[in-house]
């Protein structure tokens, strides 16, 4: 199955998919995550056009970085 640009669903849930690294259709929710750390998220991505997988990680914020941050604004 190809996916085009054109295919992208216009409903409003998802105006701002992420998209696959491989072939850009759309991707709502990842297939596996886990904390590595407390401040550090894996995610693990399959994509259901191509069959892509690929990882993400995120890595939070501390309270102290968030503090200053608010004190500095």
């Not at 259709?25 to 407390?38: D, F, M, R, V």
Request: glycine share 4%.
């Amino acid at each position: 199955m190809s996916y085009h640009a054109e295919d992208v669903p216009t409903n409003v849930d998802l105006r701002n998919p992420n998209p696959c690294a491989q072939c850009g259709a759309p991707l709502i929710a990842a297939t596996w995550s886990e904390h590595l750390s407390k401040r550090c998220i894996r995610y693990v991505w399959e994509c259901d056009a191509c069959g892509y997988e690929f990882e993400t990680a995120v890595y939070l914020r501390t309270e102290a970085v968030g503090e200053r941050r608010r004190r500095a604004a």
